[in-house]
């Protein structure tokens, strides 16, 4: 406490100020009822700042602390700031620091660090860590370097979604769609000769990446306009706060940093069996120089089914080899009902079946795809041989935290994923080391997912906000010939979750009013909720299969996110005729034992 007015002359109040300049990172001279004092600590509140307030309306002696600081400072109002011992000025000064985004950097402990922080992986949660933390007026660089994958493919700044995911997927997704829409427009009167209408596959190939060329640069562009670093070069950890970088010549450069952000996402697992240097991945599927021709799509994930999808929707001949279930982690009578379409419109399944030898009768050329003679073996143990132009292997992805020195910082990985381990805040097991997308143990592999906890991460790190990625109630969609989009919980882990007793399923299947005039398959679409009784039946999954799904199931995704109920959702009016309307109106449940075929309108 400072000492009463009585006693406290000039040269005390001098030194009660220097002491408490001295003793307070962030110092606020201050009076309660100035409400340009007030705005500025609600300003720090709102920042999570720690700062201590002399508020000098409120003690004796507050004139002459007020005098003295006037002295010191040169300034005669409050709010008058100090932070490190470095005079600030008042409200208007503290707030323009702020809005340059200085403001929180001068609080932070000074390190002698070339970056504040090194992000390893350029893809969306890399670049979206890396712009915000600039954003933010810190030091940041980016290392990416793409491996070549072990058919030859590399390509550019972006990650896996933009140059061998989401975009070019759906991109190719769409080409297919174009074909079924051909194929309908006759029978809404347009004359379209079924002898002339080809597809083309280098002109999709070379359009897509076009496209996908414009959106590296794009993100080069972004990089360089936000002051962040750009290393096209592999970076490998030598010390706690010390990585080595080699580009594509050799080139050696170390760079240090206070915290690191590792976003290096995961790349295509390839089976270990005799020829399986023949097969491609998703890496190489979307940059092929030649049409695929006849494909074989092993595995049965949504890698393949819709890779597989839109290959059979250009005209190829496509059979797709599954192990054991569809869509593993996704609702499967969902996944079986996808299964049964794609059957129905030229997919051919394999079930339970391995391929176990890949031989070579004739090598791919630039312009055509090569040969190959596939063996593989049934789970009853019968052996089946069928010759294809491409192997497509789609049976999963790994980490790639391979070769960046995480042992020598020290950071522990999953012991059978080889993906970090970290906390709700992203944080490994290493203070100043954090993990985000695909390569963090127990979190969605989405890009959107990664995008948002790279900004919210950076926030937290330099902007002073506290809030956290909420990873429930997460919408995405598949991309198959019959799109599938959920939001929640399949109904197997409901089931898990809440049991059978507290669980009402209501549901039905559809036919969109676009299919009537070209016939296409009745009730090849579905709807289900699924709902807990004991929460007033709120909705804890979505699921929806049909045309736009993803559209669709977007726009219901914030309706989950508030916690919508049955009630919720009877009680909204739908737009008619739309296939998202049969959300408005499903009255059968499954424990009804009803037929959830639809007629009519």
């Known amino acids: 406490m400072p000492p009463t007015g009585d006693q406290l002359d000039g040269s005390k109040a001098a030194a009660l100020v220097k002491e408490k300049i001295k003793a307070h990172t962030l110092m606020v001279f201050s009076k309660s009822y100035c409400p340009y004092c007030i705005r500025l600590k609600e300003l720090f509140k709102t920042l999570n700042l720690e700062f201590e307030a002399l508020e000098l309306d409120l003690i004796s002696g507050g004139s002459e602390i007020q005098h003295a600081l006037h002295e010191l400072s040169g300034q005669k109002t409050v709010p008058n700031v100090y932070i490190k011992g470095k005079h600030i000025g008042g409200s208007d000064d503290v707030t323009a620091l702020h809005r340059d985004n200085k403001l929180l950097p001068l609080l932070e402990e000074s390190h002698d660090f070339q970056y504040d922080v090194i ?304 906390s709700e805040a992203e944080q490994t097991n290493i203070a100043h080391v954090y993990g985000i997308g695909d390569v963090l143990q127990d979190k969605p592999e989405l890009t959107p997912v990664a995008i948002q906890a790279g900004r919210l991460l950076s926030r937290r790190l330099f902007g002073g906000q506290k809030e956290l990625t909420d990873y429930s109630n997460i919408a995405t969609t598949v991309f198959t010939p019959l799109e599938y989009g959920c939001i929640g919980l399949s109904e197997e882990e409901a089931l898990a979750k809440y049991g059978a007793e507290d669980l009402e399923v209501y549901h039905s299947h559809f036919t969109p009013l676009e299919w009537t005039v070209p016939h296409r398959e009745e009730n090849a679409c579905y709807a289900k909720l699924i709902c807990v009784k004991s929460l007033k039946e709120k909705v804890v999954g979505f699921h929806i299969l049909g045309d736009q799904a993803g559209e669709i199931t977007q726009g219901f995704s914030v309706a989950m996110r508030c916690g919508a109920t049955k009630a919720d959702f009877d009680a909204t009016i739908g737009i008619h005729p739309t296939s998202a309307e049969i959300f408005t109106t499903l009255d059968i449940t499954k424990s009804s034992g009803k037929n959830a075929l639809k007629t009519g309108c």
Not at 183 to 199: F, I
Not at 316 to 339: K, P
Request: proline share 3%.
């Open 119 to 422: 992000v390893i992986g350029g893809g969306s949660g890399g670049l979206s860590a890396a712009k915000e933390a600039a954003a933010l007026g810190r030091r940041v660089a980016v290392c990416d370097f793409v491996k070549p994958s072990p058919a030859g493919t590399t390509w550019g700044l972006g990650g896996t979604c933009v140059n061998v995911g989401c975009i070019p997927k759906k991109l190719m997704h769409h080409a297919a769609l174009l074909g079924h829409h051909l194929k309908d427009a006759r029978e809404y009167g347009w004359n379209v000769d079924s002898e002339t209408v080809k597809h083309n596959w280098q002109t999709l190939k070379t359009a897509v990446q076009d496209h996908i060329g414009g959106l590296n640069w794009g993100y080069r562009v972004q990089l360089r306009d936000n002051n962040v670093k750009y290393l096209n070069a592999y970076a490998q950890f030598l010390s706690s706060n010390t990585v080595k970088t080699v580009n594509k010549r050799g080139k050696e450069e170390v760079i240090t940093a206070q915290k690191f952000i590792i976003a290096t996402g995961l790349r295509p697992r390839i089976l270990d069996i005799p020829g399986s240097e023949f097969v491609i991945t998703s890496d190489d599927l979307f940059s092929l120089s030649y049409c695929p021709g006849k494909t074989l799509c092993v595995g049965a994930s949504y890698i393949s089914l819709e890779c597989g999808g839109f290959l059979a929707g250009i005209g190829l001949d496509v059979t797709v080899m599954v192990r054991s279930i569809l869509l593993r982690g996704f609702d499967q009578q969902c996944a079986e009902l996808i299964g049964k379409y794609m059957g129905n419109n030229g997919v051919k399944f394999q079930r339970h079946c391995v391929p176990t030898k890949i031989e070579k009768l004739k090598s791919s050329t630039e312009d055509t795809p090569g040969l190959y003679r596939v063996t593989s073996k049934s789970t009853d143990g019968n052996e089946h041989v069928e010759e294809y132009n491409t192997i497509l292997m789609a049976i999963g992805r790994e980490a790639c935290t391979d070769d960046l020195g995480l042992e020598t910082v020290g950071v522990l990985l999953d012991s059978k994923s080889k993906k970090l381990i970290g």
